[in-house]
Nanobody, 125 residues
Framework: QVHLVESGGGLVQPGDSLRLSCAASGRSFIRAAMGWFRQAPGKEREFVAA???????????TLSDSVKGRFTLTRDNNKNTIDLQMNNLKSEDTAVYYCVAEARGRITDDKYDYWGQGTQVTVSS
């Protein structure tokens, strides 16, 4: 059985940094896309970032425009983890963040086979 478990959420102030971690178990995702979505109160779920395997044999990162220059992704296939480093956080980054794996279609669409339970990130002064 596959599980994705997120950790690292919390309450921070604007301009602070936070690192979210997602640990996968149950199977390897070496060739699968892994990433993060988020959902703010009263809003639709939105794509944040993903790392996907390209036909050339390397990973490529895709970030939403709202987090480019502030968020980065790192992946450790030995540990089966994917981390989201969030810098210069803004109040509009407040949301529940979900780890995802195994995209069905475009990696920016929320058509992933596996989802974590979510971790809350609150940015407030």
């Amino acid at each position: 059985q596959v599980h994705l478990v997120e950790s690292g959420g919390g309450l921070v102030q604007p301009g602070d940094s936070l690192r979210l971690s997602c640990a996968a178990s149950g199977r390897s995702f070496i060739r699968a896309a892994m990433g993060w979505f988020r959902q703010a109160p009263g809003k639709e779920r939105e794509f944040v970032a993903a790392l996907a395997w390209s036909p050339t044999g390397t990973y490529y990162t895709t970030l939403s425009d709202s987090v480019k220059g502030r968020f980065t992704l790192t992946r450790d296939n030995n540990k089966n983890t994917i981390d989201l480093q969030m810098n210069n956080l803004k109040s509009e980054d407040t949301a529940v963040y979900y780890c995802v794996a195994e995209a069905r279609g475009r990696i920016t669409d929320d058509k992933y086979d596996y989802w974590g339970q979510g971790t809350q990130v609150t940015v407030s002064s």
